[in-house]
């Protein structure tokens, strides 16, 4: 699931009116809530760009290369005539290892005055996110042989310690609408990861 703001969690258009205004519009409305149309738009284009499938919520071969993929949105403007942004703080993670990437996108998409092209700027955001994304995944399966297996050792107090790796950027933005902020925290890997592996939403 991706979460995103409370007051834009509707089936309605909600438009910026002003910095702290928005306008709910009745007779406007999203095909499915926008936390949903946004995973889907996240999964078509990360199976697209990886040549993989999404499994969540479904059953997968022992071993195979599997990516927790998580995003929440913080800020979803729509703002007619003017443009469409998406600010999310996202992170991706290799199931059965400590790999985490952690990262911040800001997308910013021209529109014109219409409602359809609020949502293709909306759609676009999110593509550019997408192409952010499965860079992460990339660039972490490429790491991942080259991190210990070993995920933990014991601390002086006989507790288990994280070892720690030198972190993984985050791929650099995409388009010159988008921004992206943080870095990855490499802790163990997984040794098997590779570019195609499955994501998971």
């Given at each position: 699931?991706?979460?995103?703001?409370?007051?834009?969690?509707?089936?309605q258009?909600v438009?910026?009116?002003?910095?702290?205004?928005?306008?709910?519009?009745?007779?406007?409305?999203?095909?499915?809530?926008?936390?949903?149309?946004?995973?889907?738009?996240?999964?078509?284009?990360?199976?697209?760009?990886?040549?993989?499938?999404?499994?969540?919520?479904?059953?997968?071969?022992?071993?195979?290369?599997?990516?927790?993929?998580?995003?929440n949105?913080?800020?979803?403007?729509?703002?007619?005539?003017?443009?469409?942004?998406?600010?999310?703080?996202w992170?991706?993670?290799?199931?059965?290892?400590?790999?985490v990437?952690?990262?911040?996108?800001?997308?910013?998409?021209?529109?014109?005055?219409?409602?359809?092209?609020l949502?293709?700027?909306?759609?676009?955001?999110?593509?550019?996110?997408?192409?952010?994304?499965?860079?992460?995944?990339?660039?972490?399966?490429?790491?991942?042989?080259?991190?210990?297996?070993?995920?933990?050792?014991?601390?002086?107090?006989?507790?288990?310690a994280?070892?720690?790796?030198?972190?993984?950027?985050?791929?650099?933005?995409?388009?010159?609408?988008?921004?992206?902020d943080?870095?990855?925290?490499?802790?163990?890997?997984?040794?098997?990861?590779?570019a195609?592996?499955?994501?998971?939403?």
């Amino acid at each position: 699931p991706v979460d995103v703001p409370s007051q834009v969690a509707k089936n309605q258009l909600v438009v910026q009116t002003g910095p702290t205004q928005v306008q709910v519009l009745e007779q406007e409305r999203w095909a499915s809530l926008p936390g949903d149309e946004i995973r889907r738009a996240l999964s078509s284009d990360l199976t697209q760009q990886l040549g993989t499938i999404d499994v969540y919520g479904t059953a997968y071969p022992e071993g195979t290369p599997v990516y927790r993929v998580s995003m929440n949105v913080q800020r979803f403007e729509s703002w007619p005539g003017s443009h469409a942004l998406i600010d999310a703080v996202w992170s991706v993670r290799a199931v059965r290892g400590e790999t985490v990437m952690t990262c911040r996108s800001v997308v910013s998409e021209p529109v014109t005055g219409s409602y359809d092209a609020l949502a293709e700027g909306h759609r676009q955001a999110v593509q550019q996110i997408s192409t952010q994304i499965a860079a992460g995944i990339q660039a972490l399966a490429a790491a991942a042989p080259r991190v210990p297996t070993s995920a933990s050792v014991k601390g002086a107090s006989g507790t288990p310690a994280r070892i720690t790796q030198p972190g993984v950027p985050c791929p650099l933005p995409v388009g010159p609408s988008a921004a992206l902020d943080g870095a990855g925290t490499a802790a163990a890997a997984h040794p098997g990861s590779h570019a195609s592996a499955a994501a998971n939403g």
